[in-house]
């Protein structure tokens, strides 16, 4: 398993109006780590000639957290075959699970946008 981290400190643009992070604020998060994580594992490729999009969201929204507290989102991609990729989430307040999510992605033709077959060379750097 390839597992990627990130640390955020929850600020006052992630609180909603019953003083906790926003449920919305979570699902960006999990982007961003995404994001970061696919530039970390295409680092020594060229630009490839393909995208993803997201065609499923599982959050399940376990506990809270508020202003000022150190949170930290770990994903990893798993089930990765055909067209589809399943990236998985997780985000704590220290011990705590806060988050638990899946998102399924689709592999596109970056040019047609099209459904594009996942390559080994591509499951490769998602499971490496």
Known sequence: MNLYEKKIIV????????????NVVYVQWMQDASNAHWT????NVPKPDYVWFVIRHEVDYKNQAVLGDEITVKTWVGKTEGIKSVRHF?????EL????????????????KRPRRITKEVTNLLLG
């Open 11 to 22: 600020t006052s643009k992630d609180i909603d109006e019953y003083n906790h992070v926003n």
């Open 97 to 112: 699970l806060l988050v638990k999510s899946q998102t399924t992605f689709c592999l596109l033709d970056a040019e047609t």
């Open 40 to 43: 970390q594992l295409i680092k």
């Open 90 to 94: 997780e985000i704590y307040k220290e």
